[in-house]
């Protein structure tokens, strides 16, 4: 029997959507245009898309407005060191083109030499915002290049909001997208390395890793072919920006490994990743900095195996359907042992025999942390490369840290294809980033993204609406109950009353009180505020200050700009000839050829470990030793850091030792690190130290007639204000270098070196060394005769003698 009223067992969101379908016939303007606007302002997909899009946007914002607080602060100018040749270089490749960019030899670095930068370089920085330059003047937007690059980061940071969302979106959900998104925007540990002004490869490869692995994870899902290639571009992409792409391709490669492991195994894995491995390997070895290394280096091999174990599983599927159960499990075991057998034997005999490089030496460090500063010194010598301290965990990620475990968590109870990789993401990223405090980087993003599942999983459980819930279930059931009441469905059997009281029960006792959600609530969002506090205070005080230009603050809050660095680089510009070669360590290399324009030895490339030492071994010897050595190098004049005048830590003397370890590297008999130490074991610069030390060039040239200058009010003569001590050699001379410029506050000191002719001395028998007398009296020609006087002026009767002309 028919209900005679159907529209009463109508819900009300299906009653506006009948008034809506009823006022779409009727005319513009008449009776149902008021249900038509009705349903567009209810509609909930609307409001879903405006408030994505607001929060992205607001995201994007918050991310670029936090990263200017250099500029504000100071100008618009390039940080650090490496930026510098990044920014040399896209100057360059926008004056000359992209193909004289590839060609370009550039002869100022190290000398005599040089250094081929097309070759030895990622391109898609210079790439990136050369492209932008190029399109900005096309629409007649005058702006110089600099700009572009100082801004480059910030602008690439939204982009990583974006591609952040995505990637959580297609793991969990839109609502732990927004928070991940929100989180990378303005987290520490992703803006120490995309401030304003740092025009480094990070600035845009953290991008590319996320978006890629976003395209990874959808072609995983969807299992088609365009999104594999969509992935491999964007692999491309990220191979052009920065070398840490290896991550990539060894990550994807353990997943789909993971996935055989676990029995995962599909036509979706199937496809998705012999395409991304084919179109990479081939787009990445179109990059001249990499060419053939991902078929002939050890870390690449791991992709290459996956790819041939893939196809075997995939054979051994192919053939199941052929062949009974037992006979398919005896050629499975033996056929994976044997194909895992064949390709490791294979990538053996093809490293002994040279074809497939072995692991380098950085890879090495990774998996044990005393490598590099046993055999590969110059790479300890980087503090960036340094273990990373539980403080910088916190100092960088902040509450994120002890959430994003709960994310891991809640991937690993709702297991998916693609939350498999999300986990081995973090997994990894959390041991390399114990290792090495620079790769912070690349945990950075996953654990936002964990972080975001986490809070969006958190604040739908104590955000529930559980008494609407159970008022509208109530009246949905009073109304299915009117209106089915009069019959049953077939096939449907009541439950009993003991049943229905065993599910009310089991409901209530997982539901919570209002007072304890919003004390939840409450917790988690001044949780985040204390986040939002503590992100813009690091960003403020710790990321954005140019190393260039140092902000000193006095005790009544007056801050003082110190400009040694730009100082000296202007007047090396200025003052010296334009061949000129600059002798320094290898850390000012890149902002010598960027700020003064001048040839250097040595620089941040550190692609010559030899060439490094050679330096290092000069600043560690005495004068006798260093100047033949300066000299084979043509050097002009020598450059140093020194920073006892006024407090500052980042000088060569704190640095000395490494140039010390890194030349007995080379050189072990003629420069030993124990020679620089006390007998106590002690590196000091006091009357305690060695005389190898006390009289080395290092030393020399910081401290020259450094006992002259007053440090400060009632310090002692001598006083390094740096290491609290007085020196132990004063009072020397320089013979073979002549000071040439100190700066204001002494942090940079400039020495030029003398030529060997100054040297040169005639040697003159004892025996000649005789001054023969001069006679200045000159002989006239006749005793008594008639002399001349000079300039005698002439008299005449009537007339003033005349002065003569001078």
């Known amino acids: 029997m028919r209900n ?28 149902g245009s008021y249900l038509n606007i009705k349903s567009v302002l209810f509609n909930p997909t609307g409001w879903r898309s405006l408030i994505t899009f607001t929060v992205l946007a607001l995201a994007w914002l918050a991310g670029f407005s936090s990263r200017l607080f250099s500029v504000i602060r100071f100008e618009s100018i390039i940080h650090e060191f490496d930026p510098w040749f990044n920014y040399r270089s896209t100057a360059y490749m926008v004056k000359h083109g992209f193909y004289n960019f590839l060609n370009w030899f550039d002869d100022r670095a190290w000398y005599p030499l040089g250094r081929i930068v097309g070759g030895t370089v990622y391109p898609g920085l210079m790439i990136t915002s050369g492209a932008i330059h190029h399109i900005l003047h096309l629409l007649n937007i005058p702006i110089h290049i600099q700009e572009i690059c100082v801004f480059l980061a910030p602008i690439f940071s939204g982009m990583t909001a974006i591609a952040t969302y995505l990637l959580t979106k297609e793991l969990w959900s839109n609502g732990a997208g927004l928070f991940a998104a929100s989180f990378i925007a303005i987290v520490p540990g992703y803006i120490s390395r995309s401030v304003a002004g740092s025009y480094d490869n990070e ?47 060894n990550l994807v490669p353990l997943h789909v490994f993971v996935l055989l492991l676990m029995g995962r195994f599909s036509l979706r894995i199937y496809t ?81 025999a040279g074809f497939i490089a072995p692991w380098s030496g950085r890879f090495y460090s990774l998996w044990d942390t005393g490598y590099a500063k046993l055999h590969i010194p110059i790479i300890a010598s980087v503090s960036e490369h340094q273990p990373t301290t539980w403080f910088a965990f ?45 790769l912070m980087l690349t945990l950075t993003p996953v654990v936002c993204v964990l972080s975001g599942i986490a809070f969006s999983e958190l604040f739908s459980v104590y955000m529930k609406d559980e008494d609407g819930k159970k008022h509208g279930d ?131 490339n550190t692609w010559n470990n030899t060439h490094i030492a050679l330096v290092g071994k000069a600043m560690a010897s005495n004068e006798s030793t260093a100047y033949p050595i300066m000299l084979s190098l043509g050097v002009d004049y ?54 190898i030390f006390l009289n080395c060039m290092m030393y020399k040239m910081c401290y020259y007639k450094f006992a002259d200058h007053a440090v400060s009010f009632g310090a002692p003569r001598g006083y390094d204000r740096l290491r609290s001590t007085v020196i132990g050699n004063m009072d020397f001379d320089l013979k073979y270098l002549e000071e040439a410029y100190t700066t204001e506050n002494w942090i940079v000191r400039i020495y030029k070196v003398k030529k060997p002719e100054s040297f040169i001395r005639h040697r003159i028998p004892a025996t000649k060394r005789v001054v023969k007398p001069r006679n200045f009296l000159k002989k006239g020609k006749k005793v008594g005769g008639k002399g001349v006087i000079k300039n005698r002026p002439s008299i005449t009767k009537g007339k003033r003698p005349q002065k003569p002309m001078r």
């Open 272 to 352: 998705a990743y012999t395409v991304f491995y084919i179109v990479g390997l081939i787009m990445s070895m179109q990059i001249p900095f990499v060419g053939f290394q991902p078929v002939r280096t050890s870390e690449h091999m791991a992709a290459a195996g996956v790819f041939v174990l893939l196809n075997v599983v995939g054979g051994l599927r192919y053939i199941q359907g052929f062949m009974s159960k037992a006979e398919f499990r005896y050629l499975a075991v033996f056929g994976s042992a044997i194909a895992a057998g064949v390709v490791f034997l294979g990538v053996v005999v093809l490293t002994y």
């Open 474 to 604: 109530e009246s949905n059931g009073d109304a299915a109950d009117r209106n089915n009441k009069m019959y049953d469905k077939a096939g449907k059997v009541p439950k009993m009353k003991h049943e229905v009281a065993k599910e009310d029960a089991g409901t209530a006792g997982t539901g919570l009180g209002m007072n304890l959600r919003s004390i939840v609530v409450v917790a988690m969002l001044m949780m985040l505020l204390l986040f939002a506090v503590h992100c813009t205070w690091v960003t403020s005080h710790a990321y954005s200050s140019p190393s260039i230009i140092i902000a000193t603050y006095s005790h009544d809050g007056t801050r003082h700009i110190i400009d040694d660095f730009r100082e000296a680089y202007y007047w090396l510009w200025q003052n010296t000839p334009e061949d000129s070669r600059i002798m320094s360590w290898w850390d000012y290399g890149y902002q010598i050829a960027g700020m003064g324009n001048r040839t250097t030895l040595v620089d941040n």
């Open 203 to 249: 600035g845009i490869a953290i991008f590319a890793l996320m978006f890629t692995y976003y395209l990874w994870v959808k072609s995983v899902k969807t299992g088609t072919t365009f999104w594999a290639a969509m992935a491999a571009f964007s692999y491309m992409y990220m191979v052009s920006a920065w070398g840490g792409y290896v991550f990539i391709i």
């Open 394 to 438: 916190f100092f960088d990620l902040h509450i994120l840290i002890a959430v994003f475990p709960v994310g891991v968590w809640y991937c690993i109870r709702y297991i998916t294809d693609e939350r498999v990789f999300i986990v081995l993401y973090a997994l990894t990223a959390t041991y390399f980033a114990g290792v090495m405090v620079r």
């Open 4 to 31: 005679k009223n159907p529209r009463k067992a109508l819900n009300p969101r299906v009653k506006v959507v009948v008034y809506a379908k009823m006022a779409s016939s009727t005319v513009s303007g008449g009776p």
């Open 638 to 691: 020598v450059l140093v850091i020194f920073g006892g005048a006024i407090g500052y830590s980042g000088d060569d003397i704190n640095k000395f030792l490494w140039m010390v370890r890194i030349a007995e590297g080379e050189w072990p008999t003629e420069v030993r690190e124990k020679d620089y130490f006390t007998e106590r074991g002690e590196y000091k610069v006091n009357n305690e130290a060695t005389d």
